[in-house]
Nanobody, 135 residues
Framework: QVQVMESGGGSVQSGESLRLSCVVS????????MAWFRQAPGKERERVAA???????SVADSVKGRFTLSRDNGKNTLYLQMNILKPEDTAMYYC?????????????????????????????WGQGTQVTVSS
């Protein structure tokens, strides 16, 4: 059984930092694309950053220069270091994973190429961790 577990959320002041962690368990022997999404109340879900087993990463323009993605393939763990947080970063942050790898500007999965990859291409989702940034 595949499990996705996020941790590291919290409440901080504007300009402070947080580090989110995501562990995917129950998946072995497959190339795994892992990603962070976020959703604020009343807004659509947004993909923040993604990384495949080769550490190729996609980062949303809204967080470039402030958020850094890293990964430990041996532990199937994805990290999101969030610096210079702003009130508009307030959201529920979700970790998601799927078999496949990042190629160019999209996901290559099961012989198909998705650019950009729709949310439904991610097979496994965590419950989310709340990040609240106050001004």
């Amino acid at each position: 059984q595949v499990q996705v577990m996020e941790s590291g959320g919290g409440s901080v002041q504007s300009g402070e930092s947080l580090r989110l962690s995501c562990v995917v368990s129950g998946v072995t022997g497959k190339p795994l694309l892992m990603a962070w999404f976020r959703q604020a109340p009343g807004k659509e879900r947004e993909r923040v950053a993604a990384s495949d087993s080769n550490s190729v990463a996609s980062v949303a323009d809204s967080v470039k220069g402030r958020f850094t993605l890293s990964r430990d393939n041996g532990k199937n763990t994805l990290y999101l270091q969030m610096n210079i947080l702003k009130p508009e970063d307030t959201a529920m942050y979700y970790c998601a994973a799927t078999s496949g790898f990042w190629y160019g500007h999209g996901l290559y999965k099961d012989g198909y190429y998705y650019t950009p990859p729709p949310d439904y291409t991610y097979q496994y989702w965590g419950q989310g961790t709340q990040v609240t940034v106050s001004s």
